[in-house]
């Protein structure tokens, strides 16, 4: 497998109705310095180990020819969103006209120059709500298992589980 660069991950507010025009200036900046990036919106991502998950596991299933997606960003993105279908992911995880908060994950290249206003992101994503959970399509039965454990790690064992689904 080919060396894998370290997944940075910003979190950063937008104004509403702002969002994908940020997102287009963001895949801008980094298409002009050879960097790849993906945009999301940040109530579908549990933390930056979400995003390195994601990240990996496209990684992993490029070199070994299983990927489903043309490129790294749209690999990372089916599994970030726990999807099979690339369509389902779109729909999942992308931001929209109502998004407030965006996620940078730069996955590629030369490394971009953080934003004023851009924070790092947590590891994992603390006091996430059932709500939120059931949002990104975790059912009730399974968010019942979670008990004492961090609610985000769920996520990253559907991250995990794209590898099952796409066979």
Same mark, same amino acid.
């Given at each position: 497998? $080919?060396? =894998?660069?370290?997944?940075?991950?910003?979190?950063?507010?937008?104004?509403?109705?702002?969002?994908?025009?940020?997102?287009?200036?963001?895949?801008? +900046? &980094?298409?002009?310095?050879?960097?790849?990036?993906?945009?999301?919106?940040?109530?579908?991502?549990?933390? +930056?180990?979400?995003?390195? !998950? &994601?990240?990996?596991? %496209?990684?992993?299933?490029?070199?070994? +020819?299983?990927?489903?997606?043309? !490129?790294? %960003?749209?690999?990372?993105?089916?599994?970030?969103?726990?999807?099979?279908?690339?369509?389902? %992911?779109?729909?999942?995880?992308?931001?929209?006209?109502? =998004?407030? $908060?965006?996620?940078? %994950?730069?996955?590629?290249?030369?490394?971009?120059?953080?934003?004023?206003?851009?924070?790092?992101?947590?590891?994992?994503?603390?006091?996430?709500?059932?709500?939120?959970? &059931?949002?990104?399509?975790? !059912?009730? $039965?399974?968010?019942?298992?979670?008990?004492?454990?961090?609610?985000?790690?769920?996520?990253?064992?559907?991250?995990?589980?794209?590898?099952?689904?796409?066979?």
């Amino acid at each position: 497998m $080919r060396k =894998t660069m370290d997944t940075s991950v910003w979190v950063a507010r937008t104004e509403l109705g702002r969002a994908k025009e940020d997102m287009g200036m963001i895949l801008e +900046k &980094a298409r002009s310095i050879g960097a790849e990036v993906l945009v999301l919106d940040a109530d579908m991502v549990f933390g +930056k180990d979400h995003m390195s !998950s &994601a990240a990996y596991h %496209a990684r992993k299933a490029i070199d070994e +020819k299983r990927n489903s997606a043309d !490129s790294l %960003a749209m690999e990372t993105l089916l599994y970030a969103s726990g999807q099979r279908q690339l369509s389902g %992911a779109i729909d999942k995880m992308s931001v929209t006209e109502d =998004t407030t $908060r965006i996620v940078i %994950a730069q996955l590629s290249g030369p490394e971009i120059i953080s934003e004023k206003g851009w924070e790092p992101m947590e590891p994992l994503a603390e006091d996430v709500s059932s709500e939120r959970l &059931a949002k990104y399509g975790v !059912s009730e $039965r399974e968010q019942a298992t979670i008990g004492s454990r961090n609610p985000s790690e769920i996520i990253l064992e559907k991250v995990a589980a794209v590898d099952i689904l796409k066979k």
